[in-house]
């Protein structure tokens, strides 16, 4: 028998969540099944968990887009019993029953192998929203942004997706400047990495076609006016990460940012991501953070919270990130 949490939905269509004991029968198809240490909270969890977004399609499901575990039993030749495994993504927690559970049987594509140098506690620290915080990097990167080039800026920096952005970003020597709607969160952000903490309500509102140039790449995670008005102060050949969707879905833009300054808007998705992509991110995190910067951006709670925080991580108020020890 193990535990996991279990959201159901009522006649009402509202969805609930509990504690259930299940056994080996209950976990669905797979040729993977893996022991899970931790898995984390991360904002699509928020949405599966309260029923604000319609994520969940089939009921019951086991919540948890993410876990680190080791392998119990393996039909797939690349995992043996006792290897220590990542999930990320692939519906899991969606379609697919996830990680906030103490067991998970998954397809072994969807796995990859704990990142050398990262402890699996390390790994769910990270989890999706320290990955895409990496894509977003990499995907600047790609597209030539350099710290020399003039200032970053990172949207939603409080969040779990900002916060490891803003740490990656100034490791990677960028002067990064953190829009933030909790501007008591600004010493924090500033040990993190942040050079400027920015007040949201800045970016807030109708913005013009085009602003005054600032900033070289941003990583956003939030959408709507916020990332218009940051599309609208982008330098010349300047390029914006988008990840998020916290403030919006809507991009109320222009093509101005695009056509006169030659902006690149770069799409970032780590559900989907092909596997070689994945493992150079997490090959560049374990080399990239270091044991002091996990104690600054995470916390550990355990799944009789999970209900309250998936509120408060849907309301914005939770700050870095949040392991869940099942
Ligand atoms: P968090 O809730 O941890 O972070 C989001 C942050 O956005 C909040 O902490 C808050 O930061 C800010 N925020 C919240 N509400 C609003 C609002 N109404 N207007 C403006 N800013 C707001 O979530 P995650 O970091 O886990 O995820 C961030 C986004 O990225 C989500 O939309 C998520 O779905 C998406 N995501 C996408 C992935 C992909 O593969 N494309 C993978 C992972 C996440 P502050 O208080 O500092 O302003």
Not at 63 to 86: A, H, L, M, N
Not at 141 to 168: D, F, W, Y
Request: with cysteine.
């Amino acid at each position: 028998m193990f535990k996991a949490l279990q959201l159901h939905q009522d006649e009402a269509g509202q969805t609930l969540a509990q504690i259930v004991e299940l056994n080996n029968d209950h976990l669905p198809e797979g040729n993977v099944t893996v022991d899970v240490q931790y898995s984390s909270l991360n904002y699509k969890d928020g949405l599966a968990i309260t029923g604000t977004g319609k994520i969940i399609r089939d009921f019951p499901m086991v919540p948890g887009i993410d876990f680190v575990g080791t392998v119990s039993d393996s039909e797939d030749p690349r995992y043996q019993v006792g290897d220590q495994v990542v999930l990320t993504g692939w519906g899991v927690g969606e379609r697919h029953w996830g990680g906030m559970s103490q067991r998970a049987r998954v397809k072994g594509d969807w796995l990859v192998p704990l990142p050398a140098g990262l402890t699996p506690e390390q790994t769910m620290a990270i989890g999706t929203a320290g990955l895409t915080a990496m894509l977003c990097v990499q995907a600047l990167e790609n597209a030539g942004v350099k710290p020399e080039q003039g200032p970053i800026l990172v949207t939603g920096a409080s969040g779990g997706v900002g916060s490891v952005a803003v740490t990656l970003l100034a490791k990677a020597g960028f002067e990064v400047h953190a829009i933030t709607g909790r501007e008591d969160n600004a010493e924090w952000l500033q040990s993190l990495g942040a050079h400027t903490v920015l007040p949201r309500s800045q970016f807030e509102g109708q913005s013009r076609p085009l602003d005054k140039a600032i900033w070289a790449g941003a990583v956003d995670t939030v959408g709507g006016d916020i990332l218009a008005k940051v599309l609208s102060q982008m330098a010349y050949d300047g390029a914006v990460a988008a990840c998020g969707l916290a403030a919006s879905f809507s991009l109320p833009t222009t093509v101005m940012p695009f056509i006169l300054r030659g902006v690149k808007l770069l799409g970032v998705d780590s559900v989907m991501c092909p596997y070689e992509r994945r493992m150079a991110a997490w090959e560049r995190l374990s080399a990239d953070l270091g044991d002091e910067q996990f104690d600054a951006f995470s916390t550990v709670a355990h799944l009789d919270q999970v209900p309250e925080l998936a509120q408060q991580i849907i309301k914005g108020q939770v700050r870095g990130r949040v392991l869940i020890k099942p």
